[in-house]
């Protein structure tokens, strides 16, 4: 399960884990980074099971494969918050510390992964900055977060940095058919990921999302043929879809695309919502392009917290134009 060739995209990133373990120069300490869902711990397992194999092929048959398969290698420790819900100060001492001393018990490495450690706070990666200095010759330290501006440059400078990429479309798509999931799914769930895996799969596996969409195309689709009055009357079905504000914009903002695309160029390979054809081939809507900025401009204020209601009533009003 663990293998480089499982990883969508990221080809540099494994060429250079490879690297390092073909000349033996591997890091004390690495920084994974990237967005949520973009396969920041895959990666790191499958260079963790390579590191740690006893051919350092990943064979798949040694005792440290297997074990670190199965999730029990005694020597791959996954560091985890115990009181709040980041890594604290008690964890890397009571996780990391106590335990960076001793050495392997099996493998040729003591490895930790220490998950969301871009939300340690400046404490705890003080703690963790002590151990990185002067790690004995068997550490090694895998620290994955979002963001890496969060990290103290004191650590930054100690660690190499694995930067995750989101990888085109076509190859999250093909990914998702490959997974059995429909033509059309996989189409829309790959459009809306942007190209990060794990968002595209959750989305596929996700009812809310597809009972949103449907809802939402239905709700835009019909504003056309709306008064004001009317139209102002979905602020409400919006207002339940409120705390998934982004998926909320991304499907009417891909919807607006479909439209644009389809009308320049009657041409529905490049239509995300393969689904709906149909209602995208009689959409004879000629304020497409002010509408997208609508919804650009009302995402914006959203995301200052503008009130929603107001926010919402002039995006509809907008989209309702004819
Ligand atoms: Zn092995």
Same mark, same amino acid.
């Given at each position: 399960m663990f293998s480089f060739d499982n990883v969508i995209g990221n080809r540099e990133n494994i060429l250079n884990m490879e690297m390092s373990l073909k000349n033996k120069k591997v890091f004390h300490s690495y920084i994974v980074t990237g967005e949520e869902g973009i396969g920041k711990? *895959? @990666?790191?397992?499958?260079?963790?099971?390579? +590191?740690q194999c006893e051919t350092n092929d990943a064979c798949g048959n040694c005792y440290s494969c297997r074990s670190f398969e199965l999730g029990n290698n005694p020597d791959v420790i996954y560091v985890k918050p115990t009181k709040a819900n980041? !890594?604290?100060? #008690? #964890?890397i001492r009571e996780q990391v510390k106590l335990n960076s001393s001793i050495k392997p018990y099996t493998c040729r490495y003591k490895i930790f992964v220490l998950e969301n450690a871009?939300?340690?706070?400046?404490?705890?990666?003080?703690? !963790? !900055?002590?151990?990185?200095?002067?790690?004995?010759? *068997? +550490? @090694?330290f895998f620290l994955l977060g979002e963001n890496i501006k969060n990290? +103290?440059?004191?650590? @930054?400078?100690?660690c190499a940095i694995i930067n995750m990429k989101p990888v085109p479309i076509p190859e999250v798509k093909k990914f998702l058919t490959q997974n059995e999931i429909s033509e059309d799914l996989a189409q829309i769930c790959s459009v809306y990921s942007q190209g990060n895996i794990g968002r595209a799969l959750k989305l596929a596996s #996700? =009812? &809310?999302? /597809?009972?949103?969409? =449907? &809802? /939402?195309?239905?709700?835009i689709n019909s504003l056309a043929n709306c008064n004001v009055a009317n139209a102002l009357l979905f602020v409400n079905e919006f207002e339940n879809f409120k705390d998934d504000l982004k998926t909320?914009? #991304? /499907?009417?903002?891909?919807?607006?695309?479909?439209?644009?695309?389809?009308k320049s160029t009657n041409n529905a390979s490049f239509i995300c919502s393969t689904d709906k054809l149909e209602l995208i081939t009689k959409n004879n809507d &000629?304020? +497409?392009?002010?509408? /997208?900025?609508?919804? =650009?401009?009302?995402?914006?204020?959203?995301?200052?917290?503008?009130? *929603?209601k107001l926010t919402f009533s002039s995006l509809l009003l907008v989209l309702s134009e004819v």
């Open positions: 711990l *895959f @990666i790191t397992n499958c260079f963790i099971k390579k +590191l980041n !890594l604290s100060v #008690d #964890d871009d939300k340690m706070t400046v404490a705890a990666q003080n703690a !963790l !900055l002590k151990i990185l200095e002067e790690p004995p010759n *068997f +550490l @090694i990290f +103290l440059p004191t650590i @930054i400078s100690r #996700d =009812e &809310k999302f /597809i009972v949103m969409r =449907e &809802k /939402i195309i239905e709700i909320v914009f #991304d /499907i009417i903002y891909f919807w607006y695309t479909d439209l644009i695309f389809f &000629k304020k +497409l392009y002010s509408k /997208i900025n609508a919804i =650009e401009k009302a995402k914006k204020y959203l995301s200052r917290n503008t009130n *929603f």
